[in-house]
């Protein structure tokens, strides 16, 4: 196999996609979204979620190390959001080469980048 290049975004990527990769955290990036930007703290996240406290910690510190959770202290407690930049980073990635036009437009609204031309439907 030959190496890839040193800038290869894909390892990146694929680690942040096997942290999404399990139901309880998609879940909880879900609820993150949901509570953007406000975010939850984590007794909160795990009342929503009835998951237990020493596995939502596993999995939010998994998010957190993959870059897709935040994290800021409140007194004593810990509130988490979702780190929108890094999952618009993401979606832009997995849109970068559809129809070739993401290379020649601004990356706005990335779901409108493979959708058919106007009166193309």
Known sequence: MINPPLDDPVPRYADAFAA?????RLRIIRLLLAAHPKGLFAGEIQSALGIPASTLSHHLDKL???GLVRVRRSGTFLRYSADTDTLQEILTFLYAECCGRA??????DVTQLCAPPAGEE
């Open 103 to 108: 290379r020649q437009t601004e990356l706005g």
């Open 64 to 66: 957190k190390h993959e």
């Open 20 to 24: 999404l990769g399990t139901e309880a």
